[in-house]
């Protein structure tokens, strides 16, 4: 009986063992997985903002939604407690932004590129830096990212208005030189009318003189 019982126990253990062996590939194999993951992320942004910036047309819509993509990324890894692959995401990025960060800003040409730029610049990735930082980053990039969208529709909207108005007074501009024009056209050629008239009144009373004179 002890014998069974010794055997079921040492299976019991080796069972246990395996268990947990197996676990800890699967959390290794988790944690490369994330990592690929996190990697292959950040290359396809740094590829979409390279084809943007080698567009013969720059497209800003295009270089904000991936700079939009990068703050959201980073924020959903600090959101899972995945920190450092957030470091290691952000990092990649800031690499590739710190090299072309003026090219960027001239391609897209607004405000809201701008903070985002310089928001993934500040983004914590040192080794140093904590879950709670990278927290406090995303909180406050996010409200300084929305203070500079409202600046853009707000610039946008001014623009629209101004280019609106300079179009109806170059309009009205256009309408009042015609009406001129044509104001212009008639009295020239009521003059031609008058002077015509006169000409031949002229021309009649000189024939009529003449005529009395005997020539």
């Known amino acids: ?3 069974v019982f010794l055997f079921a126990c040492v299976a019991f253990a080796l069972a246990s063992c395996g268990n947990k062996a197996a676990s ?14 996190s990697e292959e992320a950040a290359g396809e942004i740094t590829a ?6 080698k567009a013969e047309t720059k497209d ?3 270089i904000e939604a991936a700079l939009t993509k990068v703050k959201t990324e980073y924020a959903k890894l600090v959101e899972e407690g995945k920190v450092e692959e957030a470091k290691k995401y952000a990092l990649k990025i800031q690499e590739f932004i710190s090299n072309n960060s003026e090219s960027l800003k001239s ?10 730029i310089d928001g993934i610049k500040n983004l914590p990735t040192s080794a140093e830096a904590t879950a709670e930082d990278a927290v406090a980053a995303v909180k406050a990039d996010a409200k300084t990212v929305g203070d500079a969208a409202k600046n853009t529709a707000e610039a946008a909207a001014t623009n629209a208005a101004n280019n609106a108005k300079s179009a109806a ?15 212009n056209d008639a009295a020239n050629k009521a003059a031609d009318k008058v002077n015509d008239a006169a000409n031949k009144a002229n021309s009649a009373i000189g ?9």
């Open 24 to 37: 800890n590939e699967e959390v290794k194999e988790d944690t490369v997985a994330v990592a690929v993951d």
């Open 207 to 215: 024939n009529a003189a003449n005529k009395l004179l005997g020539k």
């Open 48 to 53: 979409d903002l390279n084809d943007a910036l």
């Open 169 to 183: 007074e170059t309009k009205v501009n256009e309408t009042k030189a015609k009406a001129e024009t044509k104001v």
């Open 60 to 62: 800003p819509a295009k």
């Open 1 to 3: 009986m002890k014998k």
């Open 107 to 116: 391609a897209a040409n607004n405000a809201t590129v701008v903070s985002l």
